[in-house]
């Protein structure tokens, strides 16, 4: 955790506090595990979990960096059309499939953020967004692959043989578990690079980048990494969507998705490990079970927007964090 | 970075308020798996009725629900399957697909429905289609699409109760190129349902040997039509194809109108829908010719029509329903219908009573065609009135033709390829 408080007598709460951060990948991985148990349905669970490991590469830029991106459901989005054209139009394996979406998201933040990284503030927003919008079209005119508008139907992989155990993905248990253990993969590699020099220095270039630059860190090349980083684990969300949910629809490119995870990182704790994952939990559980309760849902996810940006500033986690370290 | 000011004055007040927060959220979070049902199967029927009722296409999706109600309620008064009752679940899709794919989901796997019906566009169509048949769950849809019956994504379990782009657009075509002009203009939004629209009308334009003079493609949702109209006017057609729907279908009528295109050429809207004509005002459509799977005016000479707009007035201040309400009716109902005379709800039962079946609840006699599950309808080719010529508010159409239900209309099973 970065905003660690100053040493002080520290109470009982803290304490549980410090002993999660310590093991900050564990504590999450405890918590996803009795998930599906707690969650109205199994698919929500895995919903989450997916849009958490959206969310958790969102922030390696956003809330690690320093760097506000509006194009990240570019990542998201190619991890899913990757993974979705492997397996429909090239008949390839999951595994190959789900590694075919992630370097083809990667290979994106490549391109895309070696364009855009030049720029900084607003203007990397902007760029990042246009630039997203880009690959939307593009997607989107590609009929034949991507099945345009109807979106790409038809990913559908069922049984996944081990060799030792076989996984049915038909029932909702044991598809949000392979889910989870991708998930888990990626928090594990996401806390070993923050615990990295490199993840040090991505958080010197967010408090001050001429002070990372003067003590010869390469600022741009720094970015331009933990973007590609960042898309690589957009793209595996992205990929698990893609098997999740048996679709991709066109819209998992559209800027709204883009503008969900900025939302979803908000909400939680920008900068804090588990704040991604509480923010997914709270806006699509609240989304979830407002959605049936009433068609003006929009007006109630509204006002509990405001009344979180009005009352937790530091999103969700990040509020809980400062309230226990007092 | 840190924001130390605010929690050095007022700690007290701050701190409850957060304790409160988190409580109330706490709250928000547990309410969900309090009461979460155990699953119920073999109680009540469940059918799943994932339609997009918040967004732009809200109202109609709401009117299906209430419709499709109409025929669960019916089932019931009749005493259900020997006491087993049915039972609606609808489900807001946000017409989404990704949205509709996830409530489906949770429909199979947490409420245990026994069939799903519903979708009010072509792509959520699909993904919803997608999810059922991975599953082996009935799936009945009832928005247009021509992709749904293609071998791509048809399954044994996939019904389509809607009419699709090319029978609607083939179904007024026909009647338009045999009394009009040969020359032909397109204005066509540029997605799927658009370009599907198109290709129907082009089919049926073959017979009659028809010249497409202009054909203009719109974004989706486009506000000004002032750049594509001219062209269209310039090329001097005869009669022009609205290709699109929704706002887009109202705000080219308006515009072309007041570039006084009316008078110079037929203007042909495929999908003429019951609910946007009254929504545009008898001014901006009268005139406009179209095609509908419904309309309340039916009940004068269809029996079945009359039954259900008489239940439908009851319940809705004696307005009747719309032609996409009742496909959810019809939707629904047929479902019901193949359950009675399946005698339970085992999925291959009912499908093969679907396959076997001649159903008319509606709008006289239809059936699904094996090969693949598309319902064999009659199409109505409508006009909309002028002012003058409405009895009543509700009194929007005029019924031109009436092209029976026949599988001439549909493309031939090899072209699907099935």
Redesign the interface.
């Known amino acids: 955790m970065s ?1 660690t408080a100053e040493p002080r007598p520290k109470a009982y709460w803290s304490r549980i506090v410090d002993a999660i951060a310590r093991h900050r990948a564990l504590a999450v991985l405890v918590v996803l595990l009795i998930f599906p148990f ?7 669970a895995s ?1 989450i979990v997916i849009f958490g490991l959206f969310a958790l590469g969102f922030n390696l830029v956003f809330g690690y960096t320093g760097v506000l991106s509006f194009g990240h459901a570019a990542f998201f989005g190619v991890g899913a059309y990757g993974t979705g054209i492997a397996i429909v139009h090239l008949g390839l394996p999951w595994w190959v499939a789900m590694l075919i979406g992630v370097l083809a998201a990667g290979v994106t933040a490549m391109i895309m953020g070696a364009l855009a990284i030049r720029t900084r503030g607003i203007y990397f927003a902007m760029v990042t967004l246009a630039l997203a919008q880009c690959v939307y079209y593009i997607v989107y005119q590609m009929k034949g692959w991507s099945g ?4 790409l ?4 992989v ?1 049984q996944i043989d081990l060799g030792f155990a076989s996984i049915d993905l ?1 029932d ?1 248990m044991q598809k949000y578990f392979f889910t989870l253990t991708f998930v888990a993969l990626a928090i594990f590699i996401f806390s070993r690079i923050l615990a990295s020099g490199f993840g040090a220095v991505l958080e010197a270039v967010r ?1 001050n980048e001429d002070r990372a630059r003067a003590c010869g860190y390469d600022v741009r090349l720094t970015k331009w990494l933990a973007f590609v980083i960042s898309g690589l684990f957009c793209g595996l969300a992205g990929a698990l ?1 893609a098997i999740h ?3 991709v ?4 490119l559209h800027y709204h998705m883009s503008g969900q995870v900025v939302m979803m990182a908000l909400l939680g704790g920008m900068g804090t490990f588990f704040g991604p994952f509480a923010g997914a ?2 806006f699509l ?2 989304e ?2 407002v ?2 309760m009433t ?1 003006h ?2 007006l109630i996810l509204g006002l509990v927007f405001m ?1 979180c940006v009005l ?4 999103g ?1 986690w990040g ?2 964090l ?2 226990v370290r ?1 | ?3 130390e000011r ?2 050095k004055k007022g700690v007290q007040t701050r ?1 409850q ?2 304790k409160t ?2 409580a109330g ?1 706490a709250a ?2 547990a ?3 309090i009461g ?1 049902p155990a699953f119920a199967q073999g109680e009540s029927i469940k059918i799943g009725f994932p339609v997009p ?2 967004g732009p296409y ?1 109202s109609e999706a ?1 009117e299906q629900a209430r419709c499709a109600q109409i025929a669960i309620d019916k089932f019931n008064e009749a005493g259900g399957l020997d006491g087993r009752m049915a039972e609606l679940l609808v ?2 899709d ?1 017409l ?3 949205e509709a ?2 409530r489906t ?2 429909l199979i ?2 409420d245990g429905v026994d069939f799903v019906c519903g979708s009010l566009s ?2 959520v169509q ?2 919803v ?3 059922c048949a ?2 082996g769950k009935i799936y009945n849809s009832i928005s247009q699409s021509d ?1 749904i019956n293609e071998a ?2 048809f399954s044994k379990y996939t019904f389509h109760e809607a009419m699709n782009p090319h029978m609607t657009a083939g179904a007024v075509g026909d009647y338009v190129f045999k009394n009009s002009g040969k020359r032909v203009a397109f204005l066509i939004a540029d ?3 658009g370009h599907e629209m198109a290709r129907g009308f082009k089919v049926a334009g073959e017979k009659y040997g028809i010249e497409v003079v202009a054909e203009v493609k719109h974004p989706l949702a486009s506000k000004d039509f002032s750049t594509f109209l001219p062209q269209i006017q310039a090329a001097r057609p005869d009669v022009l194809c609205l290709c699109n729907f929704g706002f887009d279908q109202l705000n080219s009528l308006k515009q072309a109108r007041s570039f006084g295109m009316k008078e110079q050429m037929m203007m042909v809207a495929p999908a003429l829908l019951y609910n946007q004509r009254r929504a545009g005002g008898a001014s901006v459509y009268s005139g406009v010719v179209g095609a509908t799977n419904y309309y309340w005016k039916l009940e004068d000479e269809i029996a079945t029509a009359k039954a259900f707009n008489d239940v439908y007035r009851a319940g809705n201040d004696g307005a009747p329903p719309s032609d996409y309400g009742a496909y959810g009716y019809a939707g629904v109902g047929v479902l019901l219908n193949a359950v009675t005379a399946a005698g339970s709800t085992d999925t291959d039962g009912v499908i093969e009573q679907l396959e076997a079946m001649k159903y008319d609840l509606y709008k006289g006699e239809e059936h699904y065609r094996t090969c693949d599950h598309q319902a064999v309808q009659s199409v109505f080719i409508i006009e909309s009135k002028d002012e003058a010529d409405m009895e009543n508010e509700y009194d929007v159409f005029r019924i031109l033709e009436k092209d029976g239900a026949s599988e001439d209309m549909l493309r031939s099973c090899e072209s699907l390829g099935l």
């Open positions: 905003d707690v969650l109205p349905y199994e698919a929500l919903n345009g508008e109807n979106g139907n038809g990913v559908i069922g038909l909702p408090e969507n949910l048996s679709v629809p066109i819209e998992i939990i709270v559980l609240l979830d079970v959605t049936t068609t849902w929009q009344a009352f937790f500033p530091r969700v509020s809980v400062q309230w007092r | 970075m840190t924001k605010h929690f701190r308020i957060l927060g988190l959220s928000v979070l309410a969900p798996w979460r009722l918040t809200g709401q489900r807001d946000k989404k697909s990704g794919a996830t989901l949770e796997e947490k072509a792509s699909l993904a289609n997608t999810v991975e599953r992709a791509e994504n997605y799927a349902y």
